[in-house]
C-alpha cells in the first residue's frame, strides 16, 4: 500500500455478536478521537454473521451471513475475526492472511491452540496478526509484555484472568454460598458460558496464559502443556479457613521461568490478602508481571464485556492503521507473533513444581491423630507453618494445615499416606499457596 494515498483504512467484521457488535459501535462512537489520533479515518465497509439485519448496521456497504464474502473482499484491508471458536473462524484467519489482509482477532482460544500455525501465514503474506483483546479484554497485557517490559528478563506473571471464576470465588467469600448457586447467578446474569467447563475448570485461563507466557519468555505457545485444575470442588468453608490463616482463594493462571524449565498452571490458590491481586474483586481481572529490572507491576481492569474489549481491538486497528500510513507493515510482524528467544525449554510436570500448601483433613475425633499426621508429613520432608483444629461435628474433626514449601510430587506422597490413615475420613482437600517471593 502506498502510505501517500491513504484516505481511510477499510475494517471488515466477521461476527457481529458481542465483541464484534462492540467493535462497530466503538468505531462510529469515537470516530473524531481515532481520526485525530491516527491521521485517517477507519471505515467499516463489510460485515458478516449469521442472522444479520443490515437495517442494524448503517453505513454499511457490504452486509451479508457468509463470513468469507468479508475474507474475500478486495475492499478490506483488516479482517476483525469475533466469531469464536475454530470453524470457521480458524479458515477465516487463514484465508485473509493469505489475501493480504491483516486480521485482528478476539479470539484466545484459535490464538492459544493454532496460532503457531496462523504466524507463519502471515509473516509469509507480510500481514500482522493481531490478538490484545484475545487476553484480560481490555486491559492490554499483551502491549505492556511486548513493548513496556522489553528491556526485562521476566521471571514470572500470575493473574486472575477469567472474570466468571473471579465472581463466584468472590460471591461465595462474600455470602458463604456454594459454588452450584453461584454458577447458577453467574450464567442467569450472561458471564458464564451455557457450557461453564470453559470457565470453571480453567480452560479460558489456561488459553490466555500460555499466549501471555509465549510472549513473556519467549518460547513456543504450550497450552496443550498447562496444567489446568477448576474451582468447583472450593467450599465456603475452604475460604473461611484460609481467611482465618490471613489468605484469600483466587483461581489464578501462573507461569514462571526457572533454571529448571517453566511452569504453566492455573489452579486455585490462596493469597495472602495484603496483596493487591487477593482484592480484585467480580468480574475483574488483573495481571502482576515480575520483570528482573523493573520488579513487579500490576495491570487490572474489565477483562471482557462488550466496550471493554472492543477497546482493545480498536487499539489493534490502530496500531496496524499506523504501521500502514507510516509503510512499516512488515517490521512490525516478529514482534506481534511469538519471536522463540530461548529455544526449547522443558514444561515442568505439576509434580515437580515447589509449592506451600493449605490441606484440609477430616479426621475422627480421637487423641493422637493430629500426631500421626505430622509424623507422616514430616516423613516426607513437609514442614507445618500453621494449624486450625475446629470443634468436633459429630464424629469427625476439621484439621487445616498450612505448610512451608515442599516439591508437589513429595506432598502428594505424603497425602496418600494420610488419606490410607484409619482416622482419616474421604479425601484431603490441597489448595497451592502462592507467596510470589515474600508474604
Ligand atoms: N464476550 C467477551 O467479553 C469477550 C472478551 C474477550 C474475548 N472474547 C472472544 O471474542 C470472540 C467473540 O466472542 P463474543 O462474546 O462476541 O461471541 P458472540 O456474542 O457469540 O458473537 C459471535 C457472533 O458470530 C456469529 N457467528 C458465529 N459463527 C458464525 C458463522 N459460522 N457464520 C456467521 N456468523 C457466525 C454469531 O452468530 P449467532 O449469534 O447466530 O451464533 C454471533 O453473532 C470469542 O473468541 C471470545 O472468546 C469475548
Known sequence: MNPESVKSLKVGICGLGTVGGGTFALLQNNQDEIRARLGCDIEVVAIASRNLDAANWPGVSQ??????????????????????????????VRQALANGKHVVTANKALIAERGSELFPIAHKHGVCLAYESAVAGGIPIIKALREGLAANRIEWLAGIINGTGNFILTEMAAHGRQFDDVLQQAQALGYAEADPALDVEGIDAAHKLSIMAAIAFGIPLQFHKTYTEGISHITPEDIDYAAELGYRIKHLGIAKLSAQGVELRVHPTLISKKRLLANVDGVGN???????????????????????????????????????????????????????????????????????????????????????????????????EAVIQKEAVSESVPIVILTHSAVEKQLNQAIAAIENLEDVNGAVMRIRVESFGGK
Open 63 to 92: 452486509a451479508a451471513s457468509d463470513v468469507f464474502a468479508v475474507v474475500n473482499d478486495e475492499a478490506v484491508d483488516i479482517v476483525v475475526e469475533t466469531l469464536g471458536g475454530f470453524d470457521p473462524a480458524f479458515e477465516v
Open 286 to 384: 488483573a495481571v502482576v508481571v515480575h520483570g528482573n529490572a523493573v520488579g513487579s507491576t500490576l495491570y487490572s481492569g474489565p477483562g471482557a464485556g462488550a466496550e471493554a474489549t472492543a477497546s482493545a481491538v480498536v487499539a489493534d486497528i490502530i496500531d496496524i492503521g499506523r504501521a500502514m500510513l507510516a509503510g512499516l507493515e512488515q517490521p512490525l510482524l516478529p514482534a506481534l507473533g511469538f519471536q522463540s528467544l530461548r529455544g526449547e525449554i522443558p514444561v515442568l510436570d505439576i509434580e515437580e513444581i515447589v509449592s506451600e500448601y493449605y490441606l484440609k483433613i477430616s479426621a475422627q475425633d480421637k487423641v493422637g491423630v493430629m500426631a500421626k499426621i505430622s509424623n507422616l508429613l514430616q516423613q516426607h520432608a513437609i514442614s507445618i
